[in-house]
């Protein structure tokens, strides 16, 4: 029987080289025809809308607009208004003031160097009584779901709470926490603390019990229920009270500043009116609503970015 020689072999390694080459080669290019193929679709279906859904999008937009139009409409035609009027002696402008004298009254603050110091210090007090509100208020509700005992026992006062005005406080505060900034914070947390606690812990009751025992059953703690369930499915309700607790903590802060106050927007209102100078008191309303209106809308930002 005849050997093969070594040219042979070779021979036969090399073809068997030269084929593996091409399956390879041949592999690599499918992959990559398949990504293609991947990457077209992924493209078309970014960058290639249908006729209708471009149509929709469309209609969406200038809806949107419509609306921004509509809003700034009604205000311009509102002041415009409101100053005709008051030219016209239609309106008493000594009561109502106009816009105009509403401007004339925040430039000659301003040029006396108060006007800056006066929004400062509302605006500080009132994002302090809304942090600690906020937060103390979620704090405690957290306390009263984790005890069912504590919470039953509370209830009611929490009630009586919520209804009590907390203006009556006023003096106890004043006497408490002294005459100064202090007091009108504590007024702001009052007013916004009890309705976080009521309106969180409702939301932490509204989850799904179903959910809880399942978590139970797979040996969850009271902890890890509360922070992979409770608190993920009450985002919601969070950001509700967010919103809730800007306009509550701008309450408390003015009517602190009415009672205590020597400096802020609710001193110019109250100042404004003792010396009749009610152009002061609406310019100082336009402000507050002004600001008050860009803190929700900064709750609203967040609200939307993160997608609650």
Request: charged fraction near 20%.
């Amino acid at each position: 029987m005849m050997k093969p020689n070594k040219k042979e072999n070779n021979n036969k390694k090399k073809n068997q080289q030269d084929i593996n080459g091409e399956l390879v080669i041949t592999q690599e290019r499918d992959i990559n025809d398949k990504q293609q193929v991947v990457n077209d679709h992924h493209f078309s279906d970014d960058h290639h809308f249908s006729d209708d859904h471009k149509e929709y999008i469309r209609r969406v937009k200038r809806r949107k607009n419509e609306i921004l139009f509509t809003r700034i409409l009604i205000l311009v035609v509102f002041f415009v208004l409101w100053e005709v009027l008051g030219r016209l002696k239609v309106i008493d402008p000594f009561l109502t003031s106009t816009p105009s004298r509403m401007f004339q009254s925040a430039i000659n603050i301003y040029n006396e160097g108060t006007l800056v110091r006066h929004i400062l210090v509302t605006c500080y007090e009132t994002i302090v009584g809304f942090t600690l509100g906020t937060l103390l208020g979620t704090l405690i509700a957290v306390i009263l779901w984790w005890s069912d005992f504590l919470c039953k026992v509370l209830d009611p006062y929490l009630v009586v709470l919520n209804a009590l005005p907390k203006v009556a406080l006023g003096p106890i505060i004043i006497f408490w926490v002294g005459n100064g900034m202090e007091a009108i914070i504590v007024m702001a947390l009052l007013i916004s603390i009890i309705v976080t606690i009521i309106s969180v812990l409702a939301g932490f009751k509204e989850v799904d019990e179903d959910k809880i025992k399942l978590l139970k059953t797979f040996g969850a703690s009271k902890f890890q229920t509360l922070k992979h369930l409770i608190i993920p499915s009450t985002v919601p309700t969070l950001i509700s009270a967010l919103k809730i607790n800007v306009g509550l903590s701008w309450v408390g802060v003015i009517m602190g500043e009415f009672l205590v106050a020597k400096e802020g927007l609710g001193f110019l209102i109250v100042y404004g009116g003792q010396v009749a100078q009610l152009d002061m008191v609406m310019m100082s309303i336009i402000v507050l609503s002004v600001i008050a209106y860009a803190m929700y809308e900064i709750v609203h930002y967040f609200e939307k970015k993160y997608k609650i």
